[in-house]
């Protein structure tokens, strides 16, 4: 069975840092693009960084361009998601996904497989 396992979520102060994992079973991650999307209540999902499968580049979007980190651990066939500087407006469950290429469409068929979400919460 196929499976993507998010966890590294929690409560963390204004200023704080997280790190996220997305843990692949039944898939190895280092074949996949891999991407991090995150939904907050009352919002639609957005894209927050991707590293693509073939060249390895990474993408951020503005949500949190030169605050986050993504990387890949293939010896644990993780992907991980560095964020730092939290703001309470980054609360919100994210989602790792696995597909064929980076994108930041969250709906449609450009992601083969999705997780069940870690949630962030950034308050004081």
């Known amino acids: 069975q196929v499976q993507l396992v998010e966890s590294g979520g929690g409560l963390v102060q204004p200023g704080g840092s997280l790190r996220l994992s997305c843990t692949g079973a039944?898939?190895?991650?280092?074949?996949?693009?891999i991407a991090w999307f995150r939904q907050a209540p009352g919002k639609e999902r957005e894209g927050v960084s991707c590293?693509?499968?073939?060249?390895?580049?990474?993408y951020y979007t503005d949500s949190m361009r030169g605050r986050s980190t993504i990387s890949r651990d293939n010896a644990k066939n993780t992907v991980l998601l560095q964020m730092n500087s939290l703001k309470p407006e980054d609360t919100a469950v994210y989602h790792c996904?696995?597909?064929?290429?980076?994108?930041?469409?969250?709906?449609?068929?450009?992601?083969?497989?999705w997780g069940q979400g870690t949630q962030v919460t950034v308050s004081s």
């Open positions: 996904a696995a597909g064929w290429a980076c994108s930041w469409r969250a709906v449609g068929n450009d992601w083969d497989y």
């Open positions: 590293v693509s499968g073939t060249d390895r580049n990474t």
């Open positions: 039944g898939l190895t991650l280092d074949n996949y693009a």
